[in-house]
């Protein structure tokens, strides 16, 4: 079966610090994969996404590249900011089963300080 | 568009009460999906439909939980008889018929069961 695997947090930065949170993923078809943020009471929000290997996604600075020979979609941002605090999750939708519901990581808390 | 809307953000109710959960799709989406987000557990996907039909349940915990899509703009979730474990906040997304599976989510409906 499918899933994603995302590394624990909490991660804790400092202000302007480069930031990676590290996903990997199994899926039977070919996946599309996404990042997704969720602030403090809110809903899951689409960060970026990548839909074929070598793909890369990216919006508001960060980016995440599909490598399909690694099974990976890592997170990257180069200078975290304050307001960048909140949980990440990983997460794929295999098209090739046709299944359009998506699976999810268990989430990466990130804290961002001043 | 308003995004997906759920009703009501907040529910307290006592065990043993029903509990019924609201929510509005993306016009023109045609694939809605129920979510639910627990700390021990992550994002579970309960339910998930296409063009109002229960595509896979298998998520759904128990013969308690029941959902229903009577047409294309409306979704319910229902748990009777409610029980404290199932205290968590219950998302729901819904997706476009066409292209990649992106889904977008409402803020959420944080049950509590006392």
């Known amino acids: 079966g499918n899933s994603v695997t995302q590394m624990e947090g909490p991660v804790t930065l400092s202000e302007e610090a480069f930031l990676t949170i590290n996903c990997t993923y199994t899926a039977t078809g070919y996946p599309s994969l996404f990042w997704y943020v969720q602030y403090p009471g809110e809903g899951l929000q689409l960060l970026l996404k990548a839909t074929k290997a070598d793909d890369k996604g990216s919006n508001k600075g960060f980016e995440a590249t599909y490598r399909k020979e690694t099974t990976s979609f890592h997170l990257e941002k180069g200078s975290v900011q304050v307001s960048d605090s909140a949980v990440y999750f990983c997460a794929l939708s295999d098209q090739g089963t046709g299944r359009r519901a998506l699976t999810f990581g268990s989430g990466t808390r990130l804290q961002v300080q001043p | 568009d308003a995004g997906v809307i759920q009703s009501p953000r907040h529910e307290v109710t006592e065990m043993g009460q029903e509990v019924t959960l609201r929510c509005k799709p993306i016009s023109g989406h045609n694939s809605l999906f129920w979510y639910r987000q627990t700390m021990m557990r992550g994002l579970e996907l309960l339910i998930y439909f296409n063009n109002n039909v229960p595509i896979d349940d298998s998520g759904m915990p128990e013969d308690r939980f029941s959902a229903k899509m009577p047409n294309a703009s409306f979704s319910t979730l229902k748990i009777q008889p409610s029980e404290p474990r199932d205290s968590a906040v219950y998302f729901c997304?819904?997706?476009?018929?066409?292209?990649?599976?992106?889904?977008?989510f409402g803020q959420g409906t944080r049950l509590t069961v006392v």
């Open positions: 997304a819904s997706s476009p018929a066409a292209g990649d599976t992106e889904a977008f």
